[in-house]
């Protein structure tokens, strides 16, 4: 009885300790289901297959999509702060008007993504990904104000340079720092 109504408890204070639901679809077969509108904070989705999944409007702060496949998934709106989207395919994606800010998505593969009005604001992006959705950044995020473009600091060539350690025209150690 006592679980019974500590999970009672759990479920009307919205998840463990009130802080999202933390539901569980790790290397779950998922592909087309309908999660929009949701509160999916601290949700797991780990190795899961979430294709053409509808997250819009979702809030998924915190959530798991390490090794997910999301391809063809709408996050438009979506609320993917701190989120852990390492080695995720996310190819053809809808993630307009999308917060990804302090998310991590090392790895992962955004090709032909719709990132209009995204904000990527300390998100940890492969430069590789980031100059690629540089080319056709647009827009600003509805939500916070802040443009893709300089979310993803498309404009800065010096941080291109300087991000790349090998390369001869980015900020050089002297020898008396050595």
Not at 19 to 25: D, E, K
Not at 41 to 57: E, G, I, L, M, P
Not at 129 to 156: I, P, W
Request: a negative charge.
């Amino acid at each position: 009885p006592a679980m019974a109504d500590l999970n009672k408890y759990e479920a009307e204070v919205g998840g463990e300790f009130g802080n999202g639901t933390a539901l569980q679809f790790g290397e779950a077969d998922i592909a087309g289901r309908d999660f929009s509108k949701q509160d999916l904070r601290r949700s797991n989705f780990t190795a899961a297959d979430c294709r053409d999944c509808n997250f819009k409007n979702a809030r998924l702060v915190g959530a798991y999509f390490i090794k997910s496949v999301v391809a063809r998934a709408n996050f438009e709106n979506a609320d993917l702060s701190d989120t852990l989207m390492d080695r995720a395919v996310i190819v053809d994606a809808n993630l307009r008007n999308a917060v990804l800010q302090r998310g991590v998505f090392t790895r992962s593969d955004f090709s032909r993504s719709d990132i209009y009005g995204a904000d990527f604001t300390n998100a940890l992006v492969d430069k590789s990904q980031q100059m690629m959705m540089c080319k056709y950044a647009d827009g600003v995020n509805a939500v916070t104000g802040v443009e893709t473009r300089k979310s993803l600091n498309c404009n800065s060539r010096r941080q291109f340079r300087a991000s790349t350690p090998s390369n001869p025209d980015g900020p050089q150690v002297s020898d008396e720092e050595k």
